[in-house]
């Protein structure tokens, strides 16, 4: 899947959703122009390429790396598992139930990356 923003300062805030569609179909990415969040995730856990500027020389590394990611055979899997773990609706929820409740003065309690225990 194909993730390209031109950069700008309303992407400082932004996390692409198709990002978290394209890797939950198992599909790898290439981004562009993304926000440091997004190229963090895609890099720390090899499941796209990231293209470093618009440049043909840029363009060339990412198609190189993307063709060297695209033999590991565990690529499909290694995508839908990040999705699962890092971008699943109920993740989300429990992580904004965290801030609600520090910021309103609770304990904070354990957060599950899988949602259970969610109210």
């Known amino acids: 899947g194909v993730v390209w923003y031109r950069p700008g300062f309303s992407r400082i805030g932004t996390f692409p959703t198709k990002l978290g569609e394209y890797l939950a179909c198992g599909l790898p990415v290439i981004v562009a122009g993304a926000t440091a969040d997004s190229v963090e995730l895609v890099t720390r856990e090899r499941v796209g390429v990231v293209v470093r500027d618009f440049s043909r020389q840029a363009y060339r590394e990412a198609v190189t790396e993307a063709l060297g990611l695209a033999k590991a055979g565990d690529l499909a899997a290694r995508c839908r ?39």
Request: glycine share 18%; charged share 30%; no cysteine.
């Open 81 to 119: 598992g990040v999705a699962e773990r890092h971008l699943a609706v109920t993740v989300g929820a429990q992580r904004y139930r965290e801030v609600y409740r520090r910021l309103g003065g609770e304990r904070s309690g354990p957060v599950s990356p899988a949602g259970e225990g969610a109210r």
